[in-house]
């Protein structure tokens, strides 16, 4: 099998994971937190997402090694130098598959160690992160190198989700409303982390003039974050409504 054969193997695969994930996301998202179909459906994301990640990190990787025969379907001729494909198309694919890959599988482990937490700080937990970060600073270096201003921001949310994945990780006896919010922040910042990545290299075939707008880019981020300050919103009135209800009684 050739190098362009296996890339276009993976973007099938990469399409046929990713379209699920990115239906199946609102199922969690809308639906009361614990309940059976939140638990199944959002489990079924997040391991979506992490196929998704991962067929994603190997087209990055064909287009490192071949950028102009994986890329022979852009229009765009000032994106046709294989410094650019490289740039776009290879490291920072590569960085936001990671990132997908991390954030969906945090929110996996921040369920699983809920009564064991220093449990999760085992080696794949922990060196997903640091990963996280480091793809994150190759993708600025990368951006600087090629000039491309959308490399130069992007690479933030990935140093922000590592460094607060570290903190929780290493945490001492979070409570159960921070297991929940940690939760919430991982499962929808994958969420936004593959849907920023759908619509922006989808763009590149449907519309070529906006591919790299960062207005386009901040859309999914900008709706995600919104859900999660929503979500933690309701996270912490349930949390005081019940410490207020689980305050000394008065003997009569």
Not at 56 to 61: H, I, Q, Y
Not at 97 to 118: F, Q
Not at 201 to 225: E, K, Y
Request: proline share 5%.
């Amino acid at each position: 099998m050739s190098i362009v054969d296996l890339f276009h193997a993976l973007v099938w695969c990469h399409i046929a994971t990713g379209a699920v994930g990115l239906a199946s996301f609102w199922v969690p998202v809308g639906s009361r937190k614990g309940a059976r179909l939140h638990r199944r459906i959002g489990r079924l994301f997040a391991w979506l997402m992490i196929a998704t990640g991962s067929f994603a990190t190997g087209m990055g990787l064909c287009t490192l090694i071949a950028p102009i025969e994986t890329h022979d379907h852009v229009m765009d001729p000032a994106l046709m130098d294989p410094a650019i494909l490289r740039g776009l198309f290879g490291h920072m694919m590569i960085y936001l598959a990671i990132l997908t890959v991390s954030l969906a599988w945090h929110s996996l482990e921040v369920v699983r160690w809920k009564r064991d937490h220093p449990g999760g700080r085992n080696a794949l937990a922990v060196g997903l992160q640091f990963v996280v970060i480091a793809a994150a600073i190759n993708c600025f270096v990368q951006g600087l190198i090629i000039n491309q201003p959308l490399m130069l921001g992007i690479p933030v949310i990935g140093v922000a989700s590592g460094i607060t994945n570290l903190v929780f990780l290493f945490r001492n006896h979070p409570g159960p409303a921070d297991y929940l919010m940690e939760h919430i922040k991982a499962g929808v910042g994958a969420g936004i982390s593959v849907y920023t990545a759908f619509l922006a290299f989808g763009m590149v075939r449907l519309f070529p003039d906006h591919a790299f707008n960062p207005a386009v880019w901040s859309i999914p981020t900008v709706v995600g974050v919104a859900l999660i300050l929503w979500h933690w919103r309701k996270t912490m009135t349930a949390a005081s409504a019940r410490n207020a209800g689980a305050g000394p009684r008065v003997a009569h």
